[in-house]
């Protein structure tokens, strides 16, 4: 709700914000106003286009702002040459932001409307003014006048005005607000007098009448004004007074005829703007529903901008002016006016650039797109827009991040609208529809922007919204109990990202000094409610600490923010110190900020009760984890170290020592002394020993690295004494209390020799083991090692053997530097290649591996070493010392004895062969050595040996069939991969890569595959060619393989042999399923047998349906009746059986048999068949009564079907003669009076000439038909063509039989009765020689020039020499025109597209006539040829 304000005094002050436009001004061409009248509406605009012009001042305009902002000081300092323009559209996710607006109800001016409205029935308020003063016009032609107080000051005008000009329409004061413009709904327009509140002047003809005032504006000159009417033009008024008489002057600017100016906003000079180049400049912005325009009244008449506005037919446009400050230099700034036009849903922003009263350009800054369609618009300050959407919401938008700051719903304010002035109502309605229908919620009288404030007109009050200051926006938080949002936006505050600040000024650190005090007194304020009142009074302890756990991290992170973490522990700490609950939940929320660096010291005693807390929740591995990552400084060491060791914390051991005492030795000794004492026992060792052992292991390899442990860096100075003393720690060779040599080195080998002897290998990569003392250090440790594992016997061989390891990768990655007695070295090399241990064999081999490459093995005999590692299996080892050798093959036999790498044989031997590296005798030896393991090869992958075979080895495939005989498992799957590497291989186009196989290679697959893969072998005859019938049929029978048998059979054309095998297994089948069922106490399920059954009834089907068609009869009773019988005798042996759904399942069996039969079978064949058989002929009939309708129905389906289909034939054919006689008897109309060959007219003609009349509408003379061939004889019949149709399309002939003549009808047909008239015949014989043409090339070569067109004369002079007339010869538009009345139609792209199609094999042909003009409007066919095949007639 808007406060109740009562005298209230309004700020009129005038500010400015001084944040910097940093850009080089883009110039901008000026438009004529005539060019902008006729310009097109489907002008682009420049914001949207011209990009280069534009980015700069984009870059200026979005970090333009409130000189009041935190980050202003430093804005100037962030590098704005990075961004670009973006058009998007507002982020609406709502930000702390808080409340923005401040609303305020101007109570005093309310009360005052409501008393004029019941004394002087001054009527309803209807527009506004805001400036010094505020003034309202009412629906009755009043005029009210309030100063800042609210207080009346004048009532100007009266009812009776009012009836005569209407409600006051339009307001405005001039500059310094001691005149005042009122325009009225009947379009006057009077001047008042505020010092003394007299009517100055009444003007009546400063616009056409008939339409109201829509606008009326003081300029920067107190005697200069501009309005608009609703007639959509605009007037420029200039106040004149001589010799004490006032009168007015007015001038057109711009008309409605182009278009209804709808706005118009003049720019205002600031008083405070000094020597600025516009301040001689009077500028005024107006817009149309399609054009914005910016033009110069002063010192001349000039329109310098324009830009298209696009918008929905009800949308109106919108415009609003503000100055910035622009910071052009790193000195210099300038002030310049921005101004914002908007519709419908876009927002443009431009800025006015001006050099001088001449030059005046405009430059596009940013585009805004808001999801709303807005009323008005509104600036804030340089910063803050606020837009009034239809819903009557008003949206505050930052500019420069395009971001929604917030909404406000305004809708109690009950805005008035204009929308009467805009349909003219007071003077008939008469504007046109675009502007009544835009104009209907108009509200620029009653929506106004002054100095920062936002002032709406409702019917009974006025409403002005204000930007609340920064303590303000605080403070709405605080009184809704919204402390987490008050605090972020505090925060905002601090860090400078807020947005519309207001009152927040200085330097940034004065301004973080008064934020920071403000948020300590809300966390302070904030605390205190949360341990008071907003704490619940009841509930369970888990409750109570879910409620504190939301609480304390909002109190740490501000605090840490403002780095005051001496209140964080101080007030803070001590206000939650009170409550026991409140205590542990704060100190456990420290440990997250502990652990990620963010809280680094913490005050003793808040660490001791920090670790009193965790230890007596027993949580002390969360006490170590904060220890080590806090300043030393904040620790009571004491308490401290006496806490680690008693507990075991042995990571905040070392960090203390290291950290407090910088003391990297001591904890490592104390340490390595409890280890020793868990190693020493022999027992297995706990998780807890286990754990210090590995920490011990890590903070040597990191001390001897140069880092600290756990984590951070080791300070630069001390790195290199840190490594010497630790080195020489665990090199020691006696301590105190122990007797043993080298104990610390002795005990970190028996805790873990792999991986003690890693951290020595990566302290061996170190600068410092690389210098002369480095390598004599190191060989001391190897010297160590030796003397500690090897001589000492209490290491086990396994351990021993992973020195040597270490040993051999040292002595191969350091150059030999390390030296090894050789004695020594004999026992690494015979442990590595010790074929009795499989220990770690992989290990082991690549550590030989490394030693020989690094050539740590040259003393060694070579042919001893290959031994070895044959003996040790080391086939990698054998590999490389074969390759040396280049013995190729016998590195192939080590790639088939090592299990891990055999798959990779085949490659290795495609890389040999296909190398030109190796000699032909190295391939060939490789190829022999192949051919002697294909056995093996062949088992790792049948598929890769057989490509290998047959791509690289010459060898024939039976060599190689007959090698593997001896082991038929290994041929199967040899032949296997031929026969798969044969399929994938095939292709139909290459037809000479195709793998040929011999066909006693396949026949050797078969019987191999029947003896493997016996289910596979159907399949694979059925699908493959290449073996012989009979040697093939004789496997299958030697295997018994019964399917692949039958299939055989049938391919050779042994039909009952085929049926014969597959009948008796199913016979089988059946027995088998019979005796099953036929067994009392079998409980075997049968359904699978039954599936068999089914499956191998469709198989007997199929082969019966296939092979029926080529028998007669017998022999497909020979076929289906013994199938037949198959399936119904179970039937008789099971009648007895108690089971109904066997006896469905078989009925249903007989049933397809019988089905699939009928098509073969005569139906009384089988009936009888069927009741002969005792399963069926025997009972009643009902048994034997479904299988009987059965067959019925299916008979009577096949009948019907069989009926309907005649049906159809003889409906289409009766169809089709009707159609045929309807045509033959249908007389034909034709569509001229005259022949269409020789043009003569046919009541010209003697009655003994005969017309030939077609059904497509042409007519001919018969002997004009016959003279062209048009006539072919069909079994003695003449069969006349219709000659037009059939050289129009080629092979569609219209044909007649019926010959037409106008007389004598009855006279016999003979063709020598046919006789030509002599005009005929000339006509014919001019037409012949007329196409006598050249041929088609030299067509082609005249089509490609203009002598065509001489050719064209030329057959025209040829018309006008048997005419015996002479005419003026023309081509327009492709046609030959001669005189007034011939044309000659042949067009070019006709001639071009003939020769075109006729290169193409089609068969058109071009038409040329020749036509006459007989009337003054009728053109008759005079003459017409056609251009045939060959251009020749």
């Given at each position: 709700m808007a406060e109740e304000i009562s005298n209230s005094v309004l700020n009129f002050d005038i500010e400015f914000d001084d944040e910097e436009f940093k850009s080089d001004l883009p110039t901008v061409e000026n438009p004529t106003l005539e060019s902008i009248l006729n310009e097109s509406e489907d002008y682009e605009s420049p914001v949207e286009d011209d990009t280069s012009s534009v980015i700069s001042a984009v870059q200026m305009f979005k970090d333009s702002g409130d000189t009041t902002s935190l980050s202003s000081s430093d804005s100037n300092r962030t590098d704005r040459s990075a961004r670009s323009r973006q058009k998007k559209k507002i982020d609406l996710q709502k930000t702390v932001h808080g409340s923005v607006l401040k609303p305020n109800r101007l109570k005093n001016?309310?009360?005052?409307?409501?008393?004029?409205?019941?004394?002087?029935?001054?009527?309803?308020?209807?527009?506004?003014?805001?400036?010094?003063?505020?003034?309202?016009?009412?629906?009755?032609?009043?005029?009210?006048?309030?100063?800042?107080k609210q207080v009346l000051k004048w009532c100007l005008g009266s009812t009776a005005v009012g009836q005569q000009y209407g409600s006051v329409s339009a307001l405005s004061f001039n500059k310094d607000c001691?005149?005042?413009?009122?325009?009225?709904?009947?379009?006057?327009?009077?001047?008042?007098?505020?010092?003394?509140?007299?009517?100055?002047?009444?003007?009546?003809?400063?616009?056409?009448?008939?339409?109201?005032?829509?606008?009326?504006?003081?300029?920067?000159?107190?005697?200069?004004?501009?309005?608009?009417?609703?007639?959509?033009?605009?007037?420029?008024?200039?106040?004149?007074?001589?010799?004490?008489?006032?009168?007015?002057?007015?001038?057109?600017?711009?008309?409605?005829?182009?278009?209804?100016?709808?706005?118009?906003?003049?720019?205002?000079?600031?008083?405070?703007?000094?020597?600025?180049?516009?301040?001689?400049?009077?500028?005024?912005?107006?817009?149309?529903?399609?054009?914005?325009?910016?033009?110069?009244?002063?010192?001349?008449?000039?329109?310098?901008?324009?830009?298209?506005?696009?918008?929905?037919?009800?949308?109106?446009?919108?415009?609003?002016?503000?100055?910035?400050?622009?910071?052009?230099?790193?000195?210099?700034?300038?002030?310049?006016p921005v101004l914002v036009f908007a519709r419908e849903s876009t927002i443009y922003f431009f800025q006015v650039i001006c050099n001088n009263a001449q030059d005046i350009k405009c430059s596009g800054l940013q585009k805004i797109i808001v999801p709303y369609k807005m009323l008005s618009v509104a600036w804030m300050n340089p910063r803050i827009l606020v837009a009034l959407d239809t819903n009557e919401k008003i949206h505050v938008i930052d500019v420069r991040s395009e971001e929604e700051l917030e909404v406000l719903d305004v809708s109690d304010v009950q805005l008035v609208y204009n929308n009467s002035q805009f349909k003219s109502l007071a003077t008939g309605g008469n504007v046109s529809q675009a502007l009544a229908m835009a104009g209907e919620e108009a509200c620029y009288q009653t929506v106004v922007s002054h100095n920062g404030q936002l002032l709406l007109l409702g019917t009974k009050a006025v409403y002005v919204y204000t930007l609340r200051n920064w303590k303000e926006r605080i403070d709405v938080l605080v009184k809704q109990n919204k402390y987490n949002e008050a605090l972020a936006l505090s925060l905002s505050f601090y860090d400078g990202r807020a947005k519309a600040i207001i009152g927040l000024g200085g330097s940034s650190k004065s301004k973080r000094e008064i934020v920071s005090d403000m948020m300590l007194e809300l966390l302070f304020e904030y605390v205190d409610l949360s341990m008071t009142t907003l704490c619940p009074e009841k509930g369970k302890m888990e409750e109570l600490e879910a409620y504190y756990q939301n609480i304390v991290p909002v109190c740490v992170d501000y605090c840490l923010h403002l780095s005051r973490t001496d209140i964080l522990f101080g007030r803070i700490y001590d206000r939650f110190a009170v409550d026991y609950i409140a205590r542990g939940t704060f100190l456990e929320c420290l440990e997250p900020y502990i652990l990620s660096d963010k809280l680094r010291s913490i005050p003793p005693s808040v660490m001791k009760d920090l670790v009193e807390h965790y230890q007596a929740k027993n949580m002390l591995e969360g006490v170590e984890s904060c220890i080590v990552h806090l300043e030393v400084t904040s620790l009571d060491i004491h308490q401290v170290v006496n806490l680690c060791w008693s507990h075991g914390l042995y990571d905040a051991i070392i960090y203390v020592y290291n950290k407090g005492m910088f003391d990297y030795t001591t904890p490592l000794e104390e340490l390595l002394g409890i280890l020793q004492q868990a190693v020493s026992t022999g027992i297995q060792l706990t998780d807890e020993q286990i754990r210090l052992g590995n920490k011990l292991l890590v903070y040597i390899s990191c001390c001897l690295a140069g880092r600290a442990y756990p984590l951070g860096d080791i300070p630069e100075e001390m790195v290199a004494d840190v490594k010497k003393n630790v080195f020489q720690c665990i090199t020691r060779l006696r301590v105190k209390n122990n007797e043993s040599t080298h104990p610390y080195l002795r005990t970190l080998l028996q805790f873990d020799t792999r991986e003690f002897l890693n951290v020595l290998a990566l302290a061996f990569e170190e600068k410092e083991f690389n210098t002369e003392e480095g390598i004599r250090n190191r060989q001391r440790v190897v010297d160590i090692l030796l003397q500690v594992v090897v001589e000492s016997g209490e290491f086990t061989p396994t351990q021993i053997g992973i020195l040597f390891t270490f040993l051999a990768r040292q002595m191969a990655c350091h150059?030999?530097?390390?030296?090894?007695?050789?004695?020594?070295?004999?026992?690494?090399?015979?442990?590595?290649?010790?074929?009795?241990?499989?220990?770690?064999?992989?290990?082991?081999?690549?550590?030989?591996?490394?030693?020989?490459?690094?050539?740590?093995?040259?003393?060694?005999?070579?042919?001893?070493?290959?031994?070895?590692?044959?003996?040790?299996?080391?086939?990698?080892?054998?590999?490389?010392?074969?390759?040396?050798?280049?013995?190729?093959?016998?590195?192939?036999?080590?790639?088939?004895?090592?299990?891990?790498?055999?798959?990779?044989?085949?490659?290795?031997?495609?890389?040999?062969?296909?190398?030109?590296?190796?000699?032909?005798?190295?391939?060939?030896?490789?190829?022999?050595?192949?051919?002697?393991?294909?056995?093996?090869?062949?088992?790792?992958?049948?598929?890769?040996?057989?490509?290998?075979?047959?791509?690289?080895?010459?060898?024939?495939?039976?060599?190689?069939?007959?090698?593997?005989?001896?082991?038929?498992?290994?041929?199967?799957?040899?032949?296997?991969?031929?026969?798969?590497?044969?399929?994938?291989?095939?292709?139909?186009?290459?037809?000479?890569?195709?793998?040929?196989?011999?066909?006693?290679?396949?026949?050797?697959?078969?019987?191999?595959?029947?003896?493997?893969?016996?289910?596979?072998?159907?399949?694979?005859?059925?699908?493959?060619?290449?073996?012989?019938?009979?040697?093939?049929?004789?496997?299958?029978?030697?295997?018994?393989?019964?399917e692949a048998t039958a299939y055989l059979l049938e391919k050779a054309g042994d039909i009952q042999g085929a049926f014969g095998i597959i009948l008796t297994n199913l016979?089988?089948?059946?027995?088998?399923?019979?005796?099953?069922?036929?067994?009392?106490?079998?409980?075997?399920?049968?359904?699978?047998?039954?599936?068999?059954?089914?499956?191998?009834?469709?198989?007997?089907?199929?082969?019966?349906?296939?092979?029926?068609?080529?028998?007669?009869?017998?022999?497909?009773?020979?076929?289906?009746?013994?199938?037949?019988?198959?399936?119904?005798?179970?039937?008789?042996?099971?009648?007895?059986?108690?089971?109904?759904?066997?006896?469905?399942?078989?009925k249903k069996a007989t049933h397809h048999?019988?089905?699939?039969?009928?098509?073969?079978?005569?139906?009384?064949?089988?009936?009888?068949?069927?009741?002969?058989?005792?399963?069926?002929?025997?009972?009643?009939?009902?048994?034997?009564?479904?299988?009987?309708?059965?067959?019925?129905?299916?008979?009577?389906?096949?009948?019907?079907?069989?009926?309907?289909?005649?049906?159809?034939?003889?409906?289409?054919?009766?169809?089709?003669?009707?159609?045929?006689?309807?045509?033959?008897?249908?007389?034909?109309?034709?569509?001229?009076?005259?022949?269409?060959?020789?043009?003569?007219?046919?009541?010209?003609?003697?009655?003994?000439?005969?017309?030939?009349?077609?059904?497509?509408?042409?007519?001919?003379?018969?002997?004009?038909?016959?003279?062209?061939?048009?006539?072919?004889?069909?079994?003695?019949?003449?069969?006349?063509?219709?000659?037009?149709?059939?050289?129009?399309?080629?092979?569609?002939?219209?044909?007649?039989?019926?010959?037409?003549?106008?007389?004598?009808?009855?006279?016999?047909?003979?063709?020598?009765?046919?006789?030509?008239?002599?005009?005929?015949?000339?006509?014919?014989?001019?037409?012949?020689?007329?196409?006598?043409?050249?041929?088609?090339?030299?067509?082609?070569?005249?089509?490609?020039?203009?002598?065509?067109?001489?050719?064209?004369?030329?057959?025209?002079?040829?018309?006008?020499h048997v005419s015996g007339n002479t005419y003026d010869i023309k081509c327009v538009h492709g046609n030959v025109y001669f005189g007034q009345n011939w044309i000659l139609n042949c067009r070019w792209h006709y001639l071009m597209n003939y020769l075109r199609n006729r290169d193409q094999g089609h068969t058109e042909e071009l038409q040329v006539s020749l036509i006459k003009k007989t009337s003054s409007s009728n053109w008759h066919l005079h003459l017409q040829w056609n251009l045939c095949h060959d251009f020749s007639c």
């Open positions: 001016i309310a009360a005052q409307l409501h008393s004029a409205a019941d004394r002087v029935d001054a009527g309803m308020p209807t527009s506004m003014a805001v400036s010094s003063l505020i003034a309202i016009g009412t629906s009755h032609g009043l005029v009210l006048v309030f100063d800042p001691t005149r005042l413009l009122s325009g009225f709904a009947k379009g006057q327009i009077t001047m008042w007098d505020l010092t003394n509140g007299k009517l100055l002047r009444t003007i009546t003809d400063a616009h056409p009448p008939g339409s109201a005032v829509l606008h009326v504006k003081f300029t920067d000159s107190p005697v200069l004004a501009v309005c608009s009417d609703s007639g959509g033009s605009v007037f420029e008024l200039e106040m004149k007074r001589l010799i004490g008489v006032r009168t007015c002057e007015s001038k057109c600017l711009f008309s409605g005829s182009r278009g209804e100016v709808c706005v118009v906003e003049p720019l205002h000079m600031n008083l405070t703007i000094k020597d600025h180049p516009m301040q001689d400049v009077m500028v005024v912005a107006m817009a149309t529903l399609s054009k914005v325009l910016l033009v110069t009244l002063r010192p001349q008449l000039k329109v310098v901008f324009t830009h298209a506005l696009k918008g929905s037919p009800t949308s109106l446009p919108l415009l609003a002016w503000q100055f910035v400050i622009i910071q052009v230099s790193e000195k210099d700034r300038v002030i310049d150059e030999n530097t390390i030296l090894v007695n050789r004695v020594l070295f004999e026992q690494v090399l015979e442990f590595l290649a010790n074929p009795e241990d499989d220990s770690r064999h992989e290990e082991r081999q690549q550590a030989l591996m490394e030693l020989l490459q690094a050539g740590g093995l040259q003393q060694v005999d070579e042919e001893k070493l290959l031994s070895m590692a044959e003996n040790a299996k080391f086939y990698r080892v054998c590999e490389l010392l074969y390759e040396k050798r280049r013995h190729f093959d016998k590195i192939l036999s080590c790639y088939l004895r090592d299990p891990s790498r055999k798959y990779h044989a085949f490659s290795y031997i495609t890389s040999i062969l296909n190398s030109e590296r190796f000699t032909l005798e190295e391939q060939e030896r490789l190829k022999e050595e192949a051919f002697n393991q294909l056995e093996e090869l062949v088992s790792i992958d049948c598929k890769q040996a057989a490509q290998m075979v047959i791509s690289t080895m010459p060898k024939n495939l039976g060599v190689v069939a007959n090698k593997m005989k001896s082991n038929p498992k290994i041929l199967f799957g040899f032949l296997k991969g031929v026969m798969s590497y044969r399929e994938s291989s095939s292709s139909a186009i290459h037809t000479d890569k195709q793998v040929n196989i011999e066909p006693w290679i396949m026949e050797l697959y078969v019987d191999l595959m029947c003896q493997f893969r016996p289910q596979e072998v159907y399949n694979y005859i059925k699908l493959n060619e290449g073996y012989r019938l009979e040697q093939t049929l004789e496997i299958c029978r030697k295997h018994k393989h019964s016979q089988n089948k059946l027995k088998l399923l019979t005796n099953e069922l036929l067994t009392p106490d079998s409980e075997k399920d049968v359904t699978v047998q039954f599936l068999e059954v089914q499956a191998l009834i469709l198989v007997v089907i199929q082969l019966c349906q296939r092979n029926s068609g080529k028998m007669d009869e017998a022999g497909r009773e020979s076929l289906w009746f013994p199938l037949l019988e198959t399936v119904m005798s179970p039937q008789r042996k099971l009648k007895d059986l108690n089971n109904k759904q066997i006896h469905e399942d078989f048999v019988l089905n699939s039969m009928m098509g073969y079978i005569a139906l009384p064949t089988i009936l009888h068949k069927i009741m002969q058989d005792p399963a069926y002929s025997t009972g009643k009939f009902g048994e034997v009564r479904e299988l009987i309708l059965g067959m019925l129905e299916t008979y009577n389906y096949e009948q019907t079907l069989m009926e309907t289909c005649k049906n159809l034939l003889n409906h289409d054919i009766h169809v089709h003669l009707k159609n045929l006689t309807s045509a033959a008897t249908k007389g034909y109309i034709p569509k001229g009076d005259g022949c269409d060959l020789c043009t003569k007219q046919f009541i010209n003609q003697n009655e003994t000439d005969t017309v030939i009349i077609f059904r497509c509408g042409h007519s001919y003379h018969k002997g004009c038909l016959q003279s062209i061939g048009s006539v072919h004889v069909i079994d003695g019949e003449d069969s006349w063509i219709c000659y037009l149709c059939s050289h129009r399309k080629r092979g569609q002939f219209q044909s007649t039989r019926f010959h037409r003549s106008l007389s004598n009808r009855g006279q016999p047909k003979s063709k020598d009765n046919i006789s030509v008239d002599p005009q005929h015949s000339q006509a014919l014989d001019f037409v012949r020689n007329f196409l006598k043409t050249p041929s088609r090339v030299s067509w082609i070569s005249l089509t490609v020039s203009s002598k065509f067109k001489m050719w064209i004369r030329d057959k025209v002079h040829e018309v006008q």
